[in-house]
């Protein structure tokens, strides 16, 4: 098992099978040493995690929905490296969509769930630039949506 495995272990999360595109993309693109995940939608034991924040979401469960997409954007880092995740350097950038009602303001505290999740389980490594917006709707209505940068060696 890898370093950054055993340290998701800890946590009490075991990375999921990469989730397959749903239409005509791809789930990541390797350049050089830079990986692309494209974005990963809320969802836990293989069912969608829905709402708007602001209407009928509060904004811890829109942190906990993001955190879930931090673990798929590292199942598609891992299947990116061939498996060996250990390859990471770095997080650069992760751009949270949060799907909310016009007054809702907290979207960069729904994005925590992402950000402090990658601190948590990659220490430094997890540490990166941030965008957190608000969207009037998201795919198939789920609450968070977030896409990712990594550096790899």
Known sequence: MSAIESRLAELGVTLPDAPA????????????????????????????????LGADMETEA??????????????????????????LVRVVKLVGFVNSTPDFTEQPKVVNGASDFMVEALGDKGRHARSAVSA??????????????????
């Open 62 to 87: 829109g942190a906990a929905a993001a955190k879930t997409c931090a673990i798929s954007l590292l199942a598609q880092l891992k299947a990116a490296c061939g498996g060996d995740i250990d390859r």
């Open 136 to 153: 009037a709707s998201l795919p198939l209505g789920v609450a968070v949506e977030i896409e990712a940068i990594f550096e790899i060696a």
């Open 21 to 52: 595109p749903a239409a005509n993309y791809v789930p990541f693109v390797v350049s050089g040493n830079m990986v692309y995940v494209s974005g990963q939608i809320s969802m836990a034991d293989g069912q969608l995690i829905t709402g708007k």
